[in-house]
């Protein structure tokens, strides 16, 4: 097992520890997504911290004992993110899709709009300006291409088409205007999700030494057998400096605030270009951000060559909290230098199927409203939900 780098994680822990409790499992405080979180002074001059990294080839060995690992990146000082590094193939295979994102972005609009999936409510093909930010405003900042990596149409029956539309209908591709898009986002989210089940496999090990639980409630299992895995290739429009005034010292400047509810996310390092062609991004604050368990805000770096997982929303569900999911945003370039400054990632969610029943702990506080008395939903009935009160109808 490597740590990467050594010693600055391990310096860092003694400012993340001062909620720390015992040397058990914390459950998590509810995490609080909303894109007027508290500053503290580290925010205006955001601290970097890399990302906790396990090597491939000790993730893939179902022998080897992780458990340190996992706990510093998703335990309870954990930054809740942690990378894998030396995935085979990864770097060529992120370029390929990575640089595809503004191409997408930037095909006729004639050609978006049919790429658009309003039934799914914008949750396969192409969506931009659709999706409300915690602010309620429409997010413009960024587009996104969504697709089902593993299968191109999970089901062909009526009702759960009806039921359940964000994740039952049938994949969209470009096929003629950029056909490429197709291979490139399927083998990459295929590998992403590969990789994330060994690291299911260890997250489940780590779980269990706190809590029962039978096998095929396990992460690994439930996300082997789900039909929901869904592949995000994300573009983030250049910024206008004039247009950022009021929001400059914002840290959601890209993406606000918020924990992905899904299980697992697998996430590529961001493609900083400007015109289309790759650069070096011009101000290292922008970025991924991610708010820690005692409510400081960080931002995470990890490599090009490696892959990170976050913990969403449904593993604190599962885990009844003893994994956390991961508050985080995404900043945007800022000053002059910035302008013209877009940026490509690529995220997975790895999500339980839709007919999985969520039993919704006491302990666990997200979307609170929605849960009904006997705090049972599928995992589709959650989604759908989530749509709703995310996305504009
Ligand atoms: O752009 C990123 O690095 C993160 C994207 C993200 O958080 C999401 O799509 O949920
Ligand atoms: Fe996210």
């Not at 898009?181 to 089940?197: T, W, Y």
């Not at 082997?224 to 995000?232: D, P």
């Not at 991924?288 to 368990?293: A, E, P, Q």
């Amino acid at each position: 097992m490597k740590l990467s780098p050594h010693l600055s994680y391990r310096s860092l822990l003694p400012r993340f520890a001062a909620s720390r409790r015992s040397p058990q499992l914390r459950r998590c405080s509810p995490c609080r997504a909303s894109s007027s979180l508290p500053m503290s002074p580290e925010s205006t001059n955001p601290q970097q911290f890399p990302t906790i990294t396990i090597s491939y080839s000790d993730l893939k060995d179902r022998n080897s004992d992780l458990s340190a690992a996992i706990e510093q990146g998703f335990g309870p000082n954990g930054l809740g993110i942690l990378s894998i590094s030396d995935v085979p193939g990864l770097s060529s295979l992120r370029e390929n899709l990575l640089i595809l994102a503004p191409r997408v972005a930037s095909l006729p609009e004639d050609v978006k709009r049919d790429l658009e999936d309003p039934e799914s409510r914008y949750n396969f093909g192409w969506s931009h300006g659709k999706e409300k930010l915690e602010s309620g405003k429409l997010d413009t900042f960024k587009g996104s291409y969504y697709g089902n990596p593993i299968l191109d149409e999970p089901t062909t029956d009526v009702s759960l088409l009806q039921r359940y539309p964000s994740y039952c209908r049938a994949n969209k591709w470009p096929s003629n205007a950029l056909p490429e898009l197709e291979v490139a986002f399927k083998v990459l989210g295929k590998l992403i999700l590969d990789v994330g089940l060994m690291l299911a496999y260890h997250c489940d090990r780590y779980v269990s030494k706190e809590i029962t639980m039978h096998d095929d409630e396990g992460l690994e299992q439930m996300l082997q057998r789900s039909r929901c895995h869904k592949g995000r290739l994300l573009y983030y429009f250049p910024r206008q400096w004039s247009e950022r005034k009021e929001d400059t010292s914002s840290m959601s400047s890209w993406c606000g605030w918020h924990t992905d509810h899904g299980s697992l996310t697998g996430l590529t390092c961001g493609m900083f270009m400007r015109n289309g062609v790759r650069i070096a991004c011009p101000d290292s604050t922008a970025g991924l951000y991610i708010k820690t368990r005692n409510d400081q805000i960080v931002k995470v770096v990890f490599g090009e060559d490696q892959l990170a997982y976050q913990i969403g929303e449904t593993t604190e569900i599962l885990t009844r909290g003893r994994l956390c999911a991961t508050p985080h945003c995404v900043r945007a370039p800022e000053g002059e230098k910035a302008s013209g400054v877009e940026r490509s990632t690529f995220a997975l969610f790895m999500q339980p199927d839709w007919d999985e029943n969520l039993r919704f702990p006491s302990e666990v506080h997200h979307h609170t409203e929605l849960i009904p008395s006997n705090g049972t939903l599928t995992f589709g009935e959650y989604s759908e939900m989530l749509v709703d009160k995310y996305y504009q109808q």
